[in-house]
């Protein structure tokens, strides 16, 4: 019988400036720690050097950029392939990107993905790009499958979308999850725990019990988990689980709070514990 896989993989950015902004890990420090933390792997906009140092720890790589300039998609598909990436995350374009001109980009970048080949791009919901509203993604996502007749990849980080919708824990489900042909679709899943006023909220309160904001939020995973099981239980399928706990640096975290890094090692281990009861 087919199995599903889950792969637990790191974001660097969780890392930044860790452990302290006077002396950061160098990235071979880094990956080391991601290794030991058991995740499988770990993304960021891939160089040479991610490469070679994620091979000599047996790491899968998860590729990722940003741009909404189609000259430089096959550049930019180009350089995470080369860094040994088959999965690539793309935030496309800009907030005020129109619906029209977000299609375009995003038949062009699926297009050079199929022209390079061994490459699976797919586009991230959140704020500031083409996809920041649920109404910019799912006119994007029909569109394509209009033209195309197939689903569109993406990426889920749905704590954009809790935050622009101003979402409450008990509708995160009836809100969110409206789209299960999509979910099930998707490889790439943010986890960031989140609630309808912050795109993150934190793990733990620092002596190692859980926030009632995460916990809030893990029937959330849950019920996303279950969905995209509903279609790939016995498939040979792959979700690739972020705990995508973002750092002080850009104010994702707050300096008084919980270390992002830290709190995504404590992530990690909650996501696998829900994947195995969904499973099971």
Known sequence: MLTPKLYHVANLWSLTEYPSAVS?????????AVKAAGFDGFTTQLGPNHAREAKKR?????????????TKFSDLLKSQKDAGARHINVQLADHDTTPDDALRLTLRLLEEADRIGEIEPAVEVHRDTCTETPEKSYALADGYLQK??????????FSHLSV??????????????????????????HFRPFNGHHCQVPVTRGDGTVTKELSDWLPFVRATIDIWLGANKEEDRTMIAVPEMGPVKGGYNFEQLPNSWEEAIRLRSMLDQIWREAVA
């Open 164 to 189: 622009v919708k101003h979402l409450s824990p008990e509708n995160y489900i009836e809100r969110l999850l409206i789209r299960p042909d999509l979910i099930q679709r998707s490889i790439q899943f």
């Open 24 to 32: 950061p890990w160098s990235l071979e420090e880094q990956l080391d």
């Open 148 to 157: 195309t007749g197939k689903l569109l990849p993406m990426t889920w980080d």
């Open 58 to 70: 047996g790491l899968l790589v998860v590729g990722y950029f940003a741009s909404g300039d189609e």
